[in-house]
């Protein structure tokens, strides 16, 4: 479901302060299952989200009850799976954040942990975050009805990475993502079928 922009940002925002935020965590707990008013180490998360008001919630997002409680639970996962970072290095800590929200198929979140870090990044360091970033980007349009925009990004992001001289990003095997990624790349060029599901990414030990 195509959430509008200011409850996806808002979720998104919250997906990620949960990854290392346990009142982020509560907050995303109420908006799966909601039930009363939250507890108040939710309530602060969800009211600066302009999630809710007055215990529930907002009249603005109530259409889309169902689809924020999916979303804010896959999240839960993600927060579940996530593996943080020994060192406080940037690009370590958003490698590992992006494996565990990508794996929930968060696309828009991964594009706002990586582009925080893309911002400041120069040479290949920057090239291979672009990629990762419009790659994650061209399954956030598939899941959308999107395949034209996806095919151009997939494409892309997979030429920049392949580019690079570098093979990992932290934890990220970008030989993998490549590998994994090419039949995607010919699905949506129409030469195959598309595959069952966006692949997976691991962190490399």
Same mark, same amino acid.
């Given at each position: 479901m195509t959430f509008p922009l200011p409850l996806r940002n808002a979720l998104a925002e919250l997906a990620i302060a949960a990854l290392e935020d346990e009142h982020a965590v509560a907050a995303l707990m109420w908006l799966a299952a909601p039930s009363g008013e939250p507890?108040? $180490? !939710?309530?602060?998360? *969800?009211?600066? !989200?302009? *999630?809710? $008001?007055r215990g529930g919630l907002l009249a603005v997002h109530a259409p889309h009850a169902g689809a924020v409680a999916e979303h804010a639970t896959r999240a839960l996962r993600a927060v579940g799976a996530h593996e943080p970072a020994d060192t406080g290095e940037p690009i370590e800590r958003a490698a590992r954040a992006?494996? !565990?929200l990508w794996n929930e198929g968060l696309f828009f979140e991964v594009h706002e942990v990586l582009e925080a870090v893309w911002k400041t990044a120069s040479g290949d360091t920057r090239q291979m975050l672009q990629g990762v970033i419009q790659i994650a980007v061209a399954y956030h349009h598939l899941a959308h009805g999107n395949p034209r925009g996806a095919r151009t990004l997939l494409a892309e992001g997979r030429a920049r990475?392949?580019? !690079?001289?570098?093979?990992? *990003?932290g934890p990220i095997d970008l030989d993998a993502l490549l590998t994994s990624t090419a039949p995607w790349e010919s699905a949506l060029a129409g030469r195959t079928t598309n595959p069952d599901r966006p692949p997976r990414l691991a962190i490399r030990r």
């Open positions: 507890p108040p $180490d !939710a309530a602060a998360h *969800l009211g600066a !989200a302009h *999630l809710v $008001d992006t494996v !565990a990475i392949a580019g !690079a001289r570098a093979s990992r *990003l």
